[in-house]
């Protein structure tokens, strides 16, 4: 049975949030660390030479957002591990596509970090309110070293909105949600475009995201932000806006609902965006091709009815198993054990998250609430918010 992520609350400024949240997470943070210095030694780089790389981002990130180089130094002082080492857990997409160019190629391709997003406006939900859920495909040993983190205003002069995010411990944000209603997901893509530029780590453009109170503000950090490489962004408000944007390192392309829904797995949908690049991520993800149309099918006959079960029982779905929308974990040929990590699905109107780890295997949800107290577990059916506990100010979410 896997265990639930652990619950972070930090607040204050960035250094000193990034420490409470290192010495909170330390072993975690040291666990991720030992996970992804392995697979880039198995590119023949050094541990020297790996945090020489991962520092070299340093002064990126410092220009996109000096609180973030401050909540990571933060973070590495907390957790006893060099400020590298946060940097390499923040940019490991950026640095272990480095390490594969610089050092050698992979073993495989397996273990992409796949994932499958769900978007349920309010015309189609049971309830009118906005569902926001994913699965998140990656290594199964990042089942350990998962946390839910609260953020007590998350700009470095506080008055950014409190945030909740899920996040592999050391991150700044993975998918989450913010008082002002805002929630983002992210779903690998691959293109022939990617690491032709240098850009601003991914995991840092999701944190950013999720520091503005304004829609139009979240959407202009995912748009504009020069990225290094592809990456699907699915960004929601719970007054009723869901986008999908199809994010090339210098391009965007949206992805607008049908019937109510959107849908996206590891493939471009775009047709803009089909005939100005090419996909070269299908040889890894090919199953990416009828997860999406999976959850689709099961969910749009439910159209006006779907609620926070439906969008779990979809996301269960095990059909060609173990090339499914939900995946149990299986060692590949490089010895890497893959799976659906964790299924998280959030109500932003409500400030709720619930997080399943190993969903193949385990269907014990924890509940995380932006406001009131710490995780809680909810084994049974998605229900409505206990008037007993707080919950975010809906004039902030409206």
Known sequence: MASPPLF?????????????????ARDRIRLGVEHYAAQIGRHGLSNGVRRELCEGFLPTIRAFDAGHADEIEGIAAGAGVPVGDVVLLNARTEVLQIAERDGGPAPSVEGVDGCTGVIVLPEASADGRLIHAMNWDWKADCADTAVVLRIRGSDADGSGPDILTFA?????????????????????LESDRDYRQSGVPLALLRRKVLQQHQLAAALRVAYCT??????????????????????APDETF???ARDGLIVHANHWQSPVALTRLRDTGIAA????LYRDLRVQ?????????????????????????PDAVCRPP???ASGNLSATVAMIVMIPAEGRMEVAMLPALNRDFTEFMLSGGSASPNNGPAHAPDPTRPSPDRRALS
């Open 8 to 24: 972070i609350e930090v607040s204050g400024p960035p250094r000193s949030r990034g420490q409470s949240y290192g010495e909170a």
């Open 168 to 188: 592999e411990a050391g991150q700044l944000a993975r998918a989450g949600l913010n008082a002002a209603g805002i929630a983002i997901t992210a779903n690998y």
């Open 226 to 247: 020069p990225k290094s490489a592809s990456n699907n962004i699915m960004i929601s408000q719970a007054g009723g806006i869901g986008l999908d944007l199809e994010c």
């Open 254 to 256: 949206l992805v607008h």
């Open 285 to 288: 993800t090919p199953d990416s």
């Open 297 to 321: 099918g099961a969910l749009a006959p439910l159209r006006g009815a779907i609620d926070s079960d439906a969008v779990k029982a979809a996301l269960f779905d095990d059909y060609q198993s």
């Open 330 to 332: 299986r060692r590949g």
